[in-house]
């Protein structure tokens, strides 16, 4: 029993380890504290992270350098090359223990691949929908089926882009998240557009625009984004040649951008116009006033695509223009910006590889290790569970051996104590028959008196004498025979009066000689009772016992 209170202790202890429920709940309270600050007061996340550091440090709990390492990512949010190495070491040292990080992580490897790599995007993407779908708890499940949607319709896959969008849009707290709610709107419009199938697109769009419009005071995200959805409602009308609510659009949201200085939405606006007006409403002198309003948005874009496409855009403009100069100008930014572009991407390409090269073969040498360690803890399991149904045998066989020598030797002893009581049985009977045939010489020697008158008394009286002697001999020898076993006789009366409470003293004392199959006679001559109250005193024992009339007396008290 010893052995195996041990071993069920070596197998708890080796299987215990802290829940990953509380852990997931701890490190999504830790996102919701970091929310507040995103993008707005780096200084009060880096408290948050020195706070989680020093958990770490003084408990030595995994979970608080999750955390602490969880709220770094935050920190460096803005710096890419830096974000993926350290995602990847931060799905490391988890380990698979906690659903949070893994769908955070793959979530974050998502956005960085998407451009890049977009197969590579969307199989993290997956990681995450899946892990975040077994949590139950929809940690970031809208957001993550919007990415995937995203991810599916730029591959020109609306069917099941759409589907995603609108998973996205049921999941999504129409209370709390009306921005997501009319990003998802917008969504399904531009499917729709992809689908050829612009009327649809604009019914979608113009819902997430009013449902933004109809809020008293819209944030300044809100109002952005409004504007954001007017330029591709813009494009949804020039499908349906409807030139005037285009331009009207567009000017809008170039108006908008340039108040809020908001260059990147400018530039976009700007080029959609120019393209309405050069190929399809022929109004170039609109186009001059646009080109000439975008001085101030050419320092301001940081992005070297976005920048990219500005020079294209600036190349074609005095290409039409036959402006040499200034094209060959906007032709060595393009051809700088380019250079800028590759080499980044370069840059950026082999830092991926190599990180998600190296995090493989780490987790391939780690998964080894772990294997090789099942196999170690199996076998030694195996060779616990041996030695311990080994011990068991080992003990079962003594046991039943001890106990077939215990039943031999109590076999051997009950059938000694049963010679015994029959030898006393025979004694007794032999002397209950001397005491009769004496008891009857005396009887005779008694007759002889009285018929004869010439005996000499003297020699009659020693005579009777002798023969009350042996009388009285024989009496005590009886005696002594019962008398041999009244302990036992004690012991057996009162498992008797135990088990049959009905019995009187009387009934148990007759009930020794019983035991003893001594017959009504033998025991009237012992006890000075009749043969005939012996009789019934017999048949009322019997009856007390629940025994038939046929059934053995001597036999059954016995058992006792």
Same mark, same amino acid.
């Given at each position: 029993?010893?052995?195996? $209170?041990?071993?069920?202790?070596?197998?708890?202890?080796? @299987?215990?380890c802290s829940s990953p429920e509380q852990g997931n709940e701890y490190l999504h309270s830790i996102d919701r504290e970091i929310s507040p600050f995103r993008g707005k007061n780096k200084g009060e996340i880096e408290k948050i992270y020195i706070r989680e550091l020093r958990k770490y440090k003084q408990t030595g709990k995994k979970i608080f350098l999750l955390s602490s390492k969880y709220v770094n990512l935050v920190i460096h949010v803005n710096e890419r090359l830096k974000q993926i190495p350290m995602?990847?070491?931060?799905?490391?040292?988890?380990?698979?223990?906690?659903?949070?990080?893994?769908?955070?992580?793959?979530?974050?490897?998502?956005?960085?691949?998407?451009?890049?790599?977009?197969?590579?995007? $969307?199989?993290?993407?997956?990681?995450?929908?899946?892990?975040?779908?077994?949590?139950?708890?929809?940690?970031y499940l809208p957001h993550l089926y919007h990415f995937k949607g995203r991810i599916l319709y730029n591959n020109n896959d609306s069917k099941n882009a759409l589907t995603y969008f609108n998973k996205a849009l049921q999941t999504y707290d129409p209370q709390k998240e009306t921005l997501y709610i009319a990003?998802?709107?917008?969504?399904?419009?531009?499917?729709?557009?992809?689908?050829?199938?612009?009327?649809?697109?604009?019914?979608?769009?113009?819902?997430?625009?009013?449902?933004?419009?109809?809020?008293k005071q819209p944030s300044e995200a809100e109002n952005v984004f409004i504007?954001?959805?007017?330029?591709?409602l813009s494009q949804y009308f020039l499908e349906i040649k409807d030139y005037k609510k285009t331009e009207e659009l567009?000017?809008? *949201?170039?108006?908008?951008?340039?108040?809020?200085?908001?260059?990147?939405?400018?530039?976009?606006?700007?080029?959609?116009?120019?393209?309405?007006?050069?190929?399809?409403?022929?109004?170039?002198? *609109?186009?001059?006033?646009?080109?000439? @309003?975008?001085?101030?948005?050419?320092?301001?874009?940081?992005?070297?695509?976005?920048?990219?496409?500005f020079y294209e855009m600036i190349q074609e403009y005095y290409s039409d223009k036959n402006d040499i100069q200034k094209f060959k100008s906007a032709s060595q930014k393009l051809v700088a910006a380019n250079k800028e572009y590759n080499k980044l991407a370069k840059k950026e390409l082999k830092i991926n590889f190599d990180i998600a090269d190296n995090y493989i073969i780490k987790n391939a040498n780690k998964e080894n290790r772990e294997q090789r360690k099942k196999n170690l803890l199996?076998?030694?399991?195996?060779?616990?569970?041996?030695?311990?149904?080994?011990?068991?045998?080992?003990?079962?066989i003594r046991t039943k051996k001890k106990k077939e020598e215990l039943i031999t030797k109590e076999k051997r002893i009950f059938e000694q104590d049963l010679e015994l009581q029959r030898e006393k049985i025979r004694n007794l009977h032999l002397n209950l028959n001397l005491k009769t045939e004496t008891e009857r010489a005396f009887l005779e020697n008694l007759k002889k008196i009285k018929r004869s008158k010439n005996i000499e008394p003297e020699d009659i009286v020693k005579d009777l004498q002798f023969k009350v002697n042996n009388l009285i001999l024989i009496d005590r020898k009886s005696n002594d025979l019962i008398n041999e076993s009244s302990q036992e006789n004690k012991i057996f009366m009162k498992k008797l009066s135990k088990i049959f409470p009905t019995l009187s003293a009387q009934?148990?004392?007759?009930?020794?000689?019983?035991?003893?199959?001594?017959?009504?006679?033998?025991?009237?001559?012992?006890?000075?009772?009749?043969?005939?109250?012996?009789?019934?005193?017999?048949?009322?024992?019997?009856? *007390?016992?629940?025994?038939?009339?046929?059934?053995?007396? @001597?036999?059954?008290?016995?058992?006792?």
């Open positions: 029993m010893r052995i195996f $209170l041990y071993y069920f202790l070596f197998i708890f202890m080796l @299987s215990s995602v990847y070491e931060l799905l490391r040292l988890n380990d698979n223990q906690y659903d949070y990080i893994i769908i955070a992580c793959n979530y974050n490897l998502a956005n960085q691949f998407e451009k890049s790599s977009p197969e590579w995007a $969307l199989k993290c993407i997956d990681t995450a929908i899946e892990s975040d779908e077994k949590t139950g708890k929809r940690y990003s998802m709107y917008n969504n399904i419009g531009m499917c729709y557009d992809q689908m050829k199938k612009p009327d649809m697109a604009i019914s979608e769009t113009l819902k997430g625009i009013r449902l933004l419009e109809q809020k504007n954001y959805m007017k330029g591709g567009l000017l809008a *949201k170039l108006n908008f951008s340039l108040y809020h200085h908001n260059y990147r939405m400018a530039f976009y606006a700007s080029k959609e116009l120019i393209t309405l007006y050069r190929d399809v409403t022929h109004e170039t002198d *609109k186009i001059n006033s646009i080109i000439h @309003s975008l001085n101030m948005v050419e320092p301001n874009l940081k992005d070297p695509e976005d920048r990219i496409a199996l076998t030694i399991s195996i060779f616990l569970i041996f030695f311990i149904f080994l011990i068991i045998i080992i003990n079962l009934e148990l004392k007759l009930c020794v000689y019983f035991k003893l199959n001594l017959a009504a006679k033998e025991i009237s001559l012992i006890e000075n009772f009749t043969v005939g109250s012996i009789r019934v005193y017999k048949a009322k024992v019997k009856a *007390k016992l629940g025994l038939e009339k046929e059934n053995n007396l @001597s036999e059954f008290l016995n058992k006792f």
